[in-house]
């Protein structure tokens, strides 16, 4: 998907302040360039080029003049890279382990004091060569994507920087004896478990290395860790937490019921975590990903997170719900039972630094991760290393991952069911009769191959030459289709809509018609986007390419590189505007997979009033797109309503929503081809 760009108010109070003045800097086809250096074979030297030279000779305390904070951030690494404080290359890193994001961010801190790009490749180039892999890519990733000189620079696909945490180590090892031997070779990678385990039916969501970018890159869209005084404001943070994790919880609901299998049950504290994972994965350096078996009850993290401790922030959050208010750390209480309350409750489930008080109500998703993915060795008997829910690049990986926000979720839906239901004031859009609703093409589903490249995955040497290796995985796609809209517009004067397009189960996994209030939780989100209504009647075709929800696959490393050094060598303008965010499920995930008979859901589709949204004039350009579930960079929240609306709160009556003159349900199947 292309995802708009907002150039509106590009004011200081919201851009980095330390890359305004480098308005003379690299045009985007060299920096994408010097990005691609810095991020590829990230376990060896930089080989070549003028990077190379920076990386060995560059000293990043010799003219603090370079930073907006007088080098106070370069001399806090340095001091600790000199006193040995650092993790050492090629070891495992996770970002739930508080010294080792520590020195991600003192990474990420230098590089966003840096006045000019050269100022902050160069410091990347030296740092490169010093600092421990994973945390110099957390670093690089997170500051391309929060810097306003990184706007336009494409971040390549995770699953080929860090391979280790995307591929099985079986594949791993060929990789490995391909290079060897100097054998090029293209490796099928399986899902793991066996058809003896039911959740093997769909570990080809959980698995999907699309699907993982899109967790891994959400979380740095959104880091816990963000704070203000970076530069601005991640507006509606809190309820995008509940949102992105609610829309992954019911599309792996809906994957369960395409494969016959009941919806995801919650965890709880006191009972055994019912399905044990074996994730099949290595380090890179660190041994393997721990297994944790079949009911396994949770026992306390020594030094990190008690069991009671999960028991009494839940209740507290609870208790903050059934009460309406949080009370902040000043004593002071901040009304959730409002449009605002579901932002402040997941400030504190998460929790981020913009929880009002983390003291009293803890993070309960960020130590759920650390509880989950330390059970397999609680009380570091066998100094074993972090378990796949300690990454966000792999934490769907694990079944127990989809249990977590399903427990999660419930506590949000606790929330949305205190509220009180939409009047149908506020669902109706005057004037505005949405008269039909057509799908154009089959909404069909198959499984396709797909290979990336494991370059990373092996070490080069300079007595041999680097063969190909690849993996080859299969994928869940759909064929395209499009939407058809019918709507008229009664008011004698133009109008700004929001299209709201949302897919529904029908039936459980016994084949009971879900009621109508039962079934709009676990509706999936397809599309939203703005556009203009004229006096009168209004078609409007929506492909399914151009979902708000999803983005396109990312070039491969090799493809960015080639693309990129052949814009530089011909001296024409680089073009990678479609593939400039990771974050959003994967354009190929936007069905569920149905089944081969045909599945039934509900299309359920309004058609609300826009003319509130700030930036709807942008909006509803042709070329235009926001994200759903991502939002828009340094920019508020494009959509006024809360997300999921109409479809976030209780429903006493259905009638009243289905009277609604901008409002359409109808019935469609999905169906699988299993011999496309």
């Not at 860790?225 to 943070?237: E, I, S």
């Not at 990312?554 to 479609?578: C, F, M, Q, W």
Request: with cysteine; net charge negative.
């Amino acid at each position: 998907m292309k995802v708009l760009l907002l150039c509106l108010l590009a004011s200081s109070a919201l851009a980095w302040p330390t890359f305004l003045s480098d308005a003379a800097g690299p045009d985007l086809a060299h920096r994408q360039q010097d990005v691609n250096t810095l991020l590829d074979h990230v376990t060896e030297h930089i080989h070549s080029g003028h990077l190379k030279e920076t990386a060995e000779h560059f000293d990043p305390e010799a003219d603090t003049s370079i930073y907006t904070d007088g080098g106070k951030a370069v001399h806090a690494l340095m001091a600790d890279l000199k006193d040995h404080r650092m993790v050492e290359r090629h070891h495992w890193f996770s970002l739930f382990n508080t010294r080792q994001r520590e020195e991600a961010l003192m990474l990420f801190d230098v590089i966003m004091h840096c006045k000019t790009w050269e100022a902050a490749v160069n410091n990347a180039a030296y740092f490169r060569e010093q600092m421990n892999e994973g945390e110099f890519v957390y670093a690089i990733y997170a500051a391309v994507i929060h810097a306003d000189i990184g706007k336009g620079i494409v971040l390549p696909p995770l699953y080929e920087v860090t391979p280790h945490m995307f591929a099985n180590s079986e594949v791993i090892n060929k990789a490995y004896t391909a290079q060897m031997t100097q054998t090029p070779g293209k490796f099928h990678m399986d899902f793991t478990g066996s058809k003896k385990n039911p959740e093997q039916r769909v570990a080809y969501f959980g698995e999907d290395i699309g699907l993982n970018v899109h967790h891994v890159t959400w979380h740095l869209d959104f880091p816990f860790w963000w704070d203000d005084a970076y530069g601005y404001h991640l507006d509606r943070k809190g309820e995008l937490f509940f949102w992105a994790h609610h829309q992954l919880t019911v599309r792996f609901d809906a994957e369960r019921l395409s494969n016959h299998l009941d919806l995801v049950d919650e965890l709880y504290w006191d009972q055994p975590i019912v399905e044990g994972f074996a994730p099949h994965t290595t380090y890179r350096n660190g041994g393997e990903f721990p297994s944790r078996p079949d009911n396994v009850n949770f026992e306390d993290v020594d030094g990190a997170v008690r069991v009671r401790d999960m028991i009494i922030h839940e209740s507290r959050i609870r208790d903050a719900i059934a009460h309406g208010y949080i009370t902040a750390a000043d004593g002071s209480h901040v009304d959730i039972r409002d449009e605002d309350g579901i932002d402040h409750l997941g400030d504190i489930i998460e929790s981020s630094l913009y929880s009002p008080n983390a003291q009293y109500y803890g993070a309960l998703h960020n130590e759920a991760h650390i509880l989950l993915g330390r059970q397999g060795d609680p009380h570091g008997k066998f100094n074993l290393p972090p378990g796949v829910m300690e990454h966000f690049e792999t934490a769907t990986r694990d079944p127990a991952f989809f249990r977590l926000h399903k427990y999660m979720d419930n506590i949000f839906k606790e929330h949305k069911d205190s509220l009180p239901s939409y009047t149908k004031e506020e669902i109706e859009f005057t004037g505005i009769s949405l008269e039909d609703v057509h799908v154009e093409g089959a909404l069909e589903t198959f499984f396709e191959k797909f290979e990336f490249d494991l370059g990373s995955a092996v070490d080069s040497a300079d007595q041999l030459t680097d063969v190909e290796v690849t993996a080859s995985v299969s994928r869940l796609n759909h064929s395209p289709f499009s939407l058809k809209f019918d709507v008229n517009n009664n008011n004698g004067a133009e109008k700004h809509g929001v299209v709201r397009i949302f897919l529904c189960p029908r039936r459980d996994a016994n084949g009971i018609i879900f009621s109508f209030d039962e079934g709009r939780w676990h509706c999936i989100e397809m599309d939203k986007f703005w556009t203009k209504l004229a006096p009168g009647h209004n078609m409007i075709t929506r492909d399914s390419k151009d979902s708000a929800v999803t983005v396109p696959d990312v070039p491969s490393l090799k493809t960015l590189i080639h693309d990129t050094d052949e814009a530089i060598a011909n001296g024409s303008d680089l073009h990678l505007e479609e593939f400039d965010r990771s974050c959003g499920i994967p354009n190929r995930l936007l069905l569920p997979k149905g089944t081969t008979e045909g599945m039934e859901f509900a299309l359920a589709v309004t058609v609300t009033d826009g003319d509130t949204d700030a930036q709807h004039d942008v909006l509803e350009k042709a070329d235009a797109h926001s994200h759903a579930q991502c939002g828009v960079h340094g920019e508020k929240y494009p959509d006024h309503q809360p997300m999921g609306f109409p479809l976030d709160r209780h429903i006493e009556d259905e009638r009243l929503l289905l009277s609604a003159t901008n409002v359409k349900y109808t019935i469609v199947t999905v169906k699988h081809n299993d011999h496309h």
